[in-house]
């Protein structure tokens, strides 16, 4: 029997709606959410995901500052810019689109963010307040994670649940939120021994390795979710690129209770990921840390 395939389409619509109702519900209250996304270089695929963020931010009422710098911008200028939007009360959420031109450091980039308008999760002082259990702003690709796996696994508590990934954007912090639901957490990379039994024990598997297909549809526990957060393009014989996860999907679908597709799956959260955040960190802002806030699992 074929898996259910988890919606990403579905779920972010339903998502962005109730940021709508509670962007609605802020500006009666004389708030208005702005988010400054800054953009450095060319980059036909960074350009693609700005404009996403963007029109996305427009359609549930948050205001949107565009900046888009030559890849020749140096550093101190990105930081100065950067400087600049921590001090301007208008803007809520910072988000520096990457990958930065190979000049820059990221990381220096990053922690230059104010943690209060970390709306992508990566400052230093964010992460180490999701590693400590602490309220803090959650990266959005692994809260969209959670968001789908809850779409048909409400209760986690006690669930096997195998990472494949373990960097600091995806695979990390997704552990410590399947933590945070009680699931019982193993993280795979490149030097794990015994890939497949691994994958043949979880009951949760979220892949985010970057590279195509490199989880074998066969090696997925009959009954499983899987997460797939790879996006890869593959050009075929005859040149047509199409996107593929990670994950050998057509396989995995007999095998699984339920996948993510890509595209469709994972990518779509991201983005109302990054809306929730930047209307949450208006609320906390400008009407205080205790203001009740946008919480990405609630149903509906």
Not at 184 to 189: D, K, P, Q, S
Request: glycine residues 10%; contains cysteine.
């Amino acid at each position: 029997m074929s898996a259910i395939i988890i919606d990403g389409q579905g779920v972010a619509a339903r998502l962005r709606q109730r940021i709508t109702v509670f962007t609605d519900g802020l500006r009666q209250q004389a708030v208005q959410p702005g988010l400054a996304v800054v953009l450095v270089g060319n980059d036909p695929a960074s350009q693609l995901y700005v404009r996403n963020k963007t029109r996305r931010a427009q359609e549930v009422g948050i205001r949107h500052f565009d900046h888009h710098l030559p890849a020749a911008t140096s550093s101190a200028e990105l930081l100065a810019l950067i400087g600049k939007l921590n001090a301007q009360t208008d803007v809520h959420g910072i988000l520096v689109q990457l990958p930065l031109p190979a000049h820059m450091q990221s990381a220096a980039v990053l922690a230059a963010i104010d943690p209060a308008k970390d709306v992508d999760g990566f400052h230093p002082v964010n992460a180490g307040q999701l590693a400590l259990g602490q309220p803090t702003t959650l990266p959005c690709t692994p809260m969209g994670c959670i968001a789908l796996i809850r779409e048909v696994l409400p209760d986690l508590a006690g669930l096997r649940a195998l990472v494949i990934g373990r960097s600091n954007i995806v695979g990390k912090p997704m552990a410590q939120l399947l933590l945070q639901q009680d699931c019982t957490v193993t993280i795979a990379h490149s030097r794990s021994r015994e890939l497949p039994a691994l994958c043949g024990e979880a009951e949760i598997l979220v892949a985010a390795i970057g590279r195509a297909r490199a989880i074998a549809g066969a090696w997925i526990r009959p009954g499983a979710v899987v997460i797939d957060v790879g996006s890869n393009r593959i050009v075929d014989a005859n040149g047509a690129a199409t996107s593929v996860g990670d994950v050998e999907f057509a396989t995995a679908r007999e095998r699984a209770r339920a996948i993510t597709p890509v595209p469709g799956g994972v990518g779509p959260m991201t983005i109302a990921g990054l809306l929730l955040n930047t209307a949450n960190a208006a609320a906390r802002a400008c009407l205080g840390p205790t203001t009740q806030l946008l919480n990405a699992y609630e149903r509906g």
